[in-house]
């Protein structure tokens, strides 16, 4: 390798004998920076007070800090543990060299020294060791943009699915901030079910992030349900309760027509199947679209049940007022068994205090009220004029 064009490479040289250091000091003057230690001490600190060597020439064979000592400090420390050793001693022996390549020098070089041999030796390990550099930098380099891609893509879903909920938001405004509250009540329930028997092997930290992600698709299945059932201010007839029904199959079957335009599985798509198909089932078998019971519901669409019913109850609508936190928290627990897996009652009753921050923190506004009695208004006009 040519190092004319660019700093010289710097080779420190570690030996007790001062005839040595002279030798080799004067053999590699020419091509490189050359700093000289006259023992193993003295060699950690020049390591240590400035920028380090690009190789270093080790004596085994010192009084005090002997070479074998040196190295193995050199290697312990992560700041200089990539420094290339090679050792010069006259133990010429095959045990004393497999010993020291052990210990991690790169290389051996027995006394009296070879000239040529010295200069040879310490260029190909100041070549190797340019290389392995060249190639750490890379490494770093590719993982910092494979991290900032990630950090992309994660953008770009959470985008996608704020924007996918938006058009269920639009078609209903008693949604508000709903969407966000019951995002956040998820998590906290996944996070203090996380070591529960019945949940640990699902509630990973990755799936409670898929779970987070993806809870606001719960009710996009709400867009294709028209508006006089939607916003219908009032008891909704059966057959009109048979038509809203059919939001979680419509909201499923939306998820699967974008998973079949990517053509690969996403996995925060697969929970929000779940989510959307599943979170009206019921623990005793009497939810819809299937009638799942028990065990049979997936574990995400239950916890939905939990944050969806609960963010209800405590909601103000046009047709019906706001319970407090005590009267909706009362009705979940009544739910236990039935409407809801008893073990995640249980954690939400626990974790009770954080939905109610997480319902002061998300609260919607007098505004979002105001739209949603002119949206009320509005849908009754053009029922009347129908």
């Not at 020049?46 to 270093?56: C, E, H, N, R, Y």
């Not at 299937?290 to 609960?310: E, F, K, Q, T």
């Not at 739209?371 to 509005?378: F, R, S, T, V």
Request: hydrophobic share 45%.
């Amino acid at each position: 390798m040519d190092f004319t064009a660019q700093a010289k490479p710097v080779i420190l040289v570690v030996d007790d004998t001062p005839d040595i250091l002279l030798l080799i000091g004067n053999l590699l003057k020419d091509r490189y920076r050359v700093k000289l230690a006259n023992s193993g001490e003295k060699a950690l600190q020049v390591v240590q007070s400035g920028a380090k060597p690009d190789l270093i020439l080790l004596d085994i064979m010192m009084p005090g800090m002997n070479g074998h000592e040196v190295c193995a400090a050199l290697k312990r420390d992560p700041a200089t543990w990539d420094i290339p050793v090679i050792f010069l001693t006259a133990m010429s022996s095959v045990a004393d060299e497999e010993a020291g390549l052990k210990m991690g020098a790169v290389d051996y070089i027995t006394k009296p020294i070879s000239p040529p041999l010295v200069l040879a030796r310490v260029e190909t390990h100041l070549q190797i060791k340019a290389v392995a550099d060249f190639l750490r930098d890379q490494n770093h380099y590719l993982e910092q943009q494979v991290a900032l891609r990630t950090e992309e893509v994660r953008a770009i879903q959470d985008v996608t699915i704020f924007s996918m909920a938006s058009l269920a938001e639009t078609r209903d405004n008693e949604t508000g901030n709903h969407i966000r509250r019951t995002q956040h009540y998820v998590k906290v329930l996944a996070q203090r079910l996380r070591d529960h028997p019945r949940f640990a092997s699902y509630l990973t930290d990755r799936q409670i992030e898929l779970l987070f992600k993806s809870a606001p698709l719960h009710d996009i299945g709400k867009v294709g349900i028209p508006d006089c059932i939607l916003l219908k201010p009032g008891t909704l007839t059966a057959e009109e309760f048979e038509i809203m029904k059919t939001h979680t199959t419509i909201g499923r079957d939306a998820i699967v027509r974008a998973e079949q335009q990517l053509r690969v599985p996403v996995a925060f798509l697969q929970c929000a199947k779940e989510i959307a198909y599943g979170h009206q089932e019921k623990w005793d078998g009497s939810g819809y679209p299937l009638g799942l019971s028990g065990n049979a519901i997936p574990i995400s669409a239950r916890l939905m049940a939990v944050a969806d019913v609960y963010d209800a109850l405590i909601s103000r609508r046009v047709y019906k007022a706001a319970l407090p936190h005590e009267q909706a928290a009362e009705s979940i627990v009544l739910g236990r068994g039935q409407h809801f897996d008893p073990d995640i009652v249980d954690a939400f009753v626990a974790v009770q205090d954080q939905f109610r921050h997480i319902a002061a923190t998300y609260a919607d506004t007098a505004s979002d009220l105001a739209d949603e009695l002119a949206q009320m208004e509005h849908i009754a006009e053009k029922v009347v004029l129908e």
